[in-house]
């Protein structure tokens, strides 16, 4: 796999034009709540109240221009080291430059990257189709593929690969009973047996529909931090991501894609101060110790995300968080309900706990549908899950255990 030159600035974090507007803004206004917070407002929520009239009552006596000074050099610290941490991102040494293992089934874009052992059990890893698969072979020190290869277990990695004048066409049936089922075909070929089933994320509802259609090549079913109930946890959340794709649709459908920073933008409101709050962690690492090399690789994953086709950005985005088709019975593929009651095969759902992107409760909706679903919920996060440093035991070796179970 080739590298950049290492002294090419990094684009990200994308898209770093929203990133830094929400940030400055947010800082910059600070000293326009001075005067309201005075005389009382807001109401604060519950959760902040006692903490902010604890800091009106010791801040009661302080001199007013003094206030202003020490808020507008907190402003600046922060925003100081914020660009600090983007400035040395964006010009870090480090590049992946893992080499992918042998290919053994191509189509399209697509690639099924197969970590081997030969005699090892076989399981189909399915990725969500908006990031890249090697967040599951992310580096020497972070891959759940090549540990798994380790452990009696060979993983197979469908590599969906970005879009292009054929995939732009594609709709999620053409995705799932077409490419995703001839991947499953290959990988029986190649083994001469039923292969485990283990989905990402989004990865994991095209899995589910998967094991549905084709039970009989399916040797068991892994849901990796999968979605189903899209408005257990914030349904006003869920429609303002539809709400966004609306004003847009007739450009989408004119470019057969949803840009990467579309992307980028909608999963930024989830948390819009992240940027601020990692970049400054980043900025207090030491530049070439390890932290900063795991955060930089991790960072890299995340800011090299693929376009979404416009048929699947249109029923994901309307489908899937606008209407809660899943959850309400309705998603179909190939004309067919995806209904996860008539899920066959063995299943094991892992639910991370501290999940902000799939929140418990809408994964939790899905292998409670499953019959006989099994659930192990980890105290981690959505990412955190696959690369972080409690991901061997509270994840890793669970995925193995249970595979080498049912195959």
């Not at 440093?389 to 193995?400: D, H, L, N, T």
């Amino acid at each position: 796999m080739s590298a950049p030159p290492p002294w090419v600035p990094r684009r990200g974090p994308r898209p770093l034009g929203l990133h830094l507007a929400t940030v400055t803004a947010a800082l910059l206004s600070s000293p326009a709540g001075l005067p309201p917070w005075r005389s009382g407002w807001p109401n604060w929520n519950p959760d902040l109240r006692e903490r902010a009239q604890a800091l009106h009552r010791d801040l009661a006596g302080a001199d007013p221009d003094g206030l202003r000074r020490a808020l507008d050099r907190e402003v600046r610290r922060r925003l100081d080291l914020m660009l600090t941490g983007l400035e040395r991102y964006r010009h870090h040494p480090y590049r992946r430059t893992l080499p992918d293992p042998p290919a053994v089934w191509t189509e399209g874009a697509s690639r099924l990257l197969d970590h081997g052992p030969d005699g090892g059990v076989p399981v189909l890893f399915v990725p969500s189709l908006v990031n890249r698969a090697y967040v599951l072979d992310l580096s020497e020190e972070r891959s759940l593929m090549r540990w798994l290869a380790g452990q009696g277990v060979r993983p197979l990695l469908l590599d969906w690969g970005s879009v292009g004048p054929l995939e732009r066409r594609f709709t999620l049936t053409d995705y799932i009973a077409g490419r995703l089922e001839r991947a499953l075909e290959a990988a029986v070929d190649l083994t001469g047996r039923r292969v485990a089933v283990a989905g990402y994320c989004m990865g994991g509802l095209l899995a589910t529909a998967l094991a549905l259609r084709r039970p009989r090549e399916v040797a068991s079913l892994l849901l990796l931090a999968t979605p189903w109930d899209f408005h257990a946890d914030d349904a006003a959340t869920a429609r303002r991501a539809a709400a966004f794709f609306q004003p847009f649709g007739p450009l989408v459908e004119a470019w057969g894609e949803l840009p990467v920073d579309a992307i980028q933008s909608l999963f930024a409101q989830l948390d819009p101060f992240l940027v601020l709050k990692k970049f400054s962690r980043f900025a207090r690492m030491a530049p070439d110790g390890a932290a900063a090399r795991a955060f930089v690789a991790l960072e890299d994953w995340l800011n090299d995300g693929v376009p979404l086709a416009a048929a699947v950005a249109r029923d994901t985005l309307a489908g899937w968080y606008g209407r809660n088709d899943t959850a309400l019975g309705t998603w179909l593929v190939g004309g067919l309900p995806v209904d996860p009651r008539r899920v066959a095969v063995p299943t094991l759902a892992l639910v991370p706990g501290r999940d902000r992107i799939v929140p418990p409760a809408s994964a939790k909706a899905l292998v409670d549908r499953i019959p006989g679903g099994q659930m192990i919920v980890p105290p981690l996060g959505h990412i955190g899950m696959v690369v972080g440093s409690g991901a061997e035991q509270g994840v890793w070796r669970p995925i193995a255990e249970w595979i080498n179970l049912t195959g």
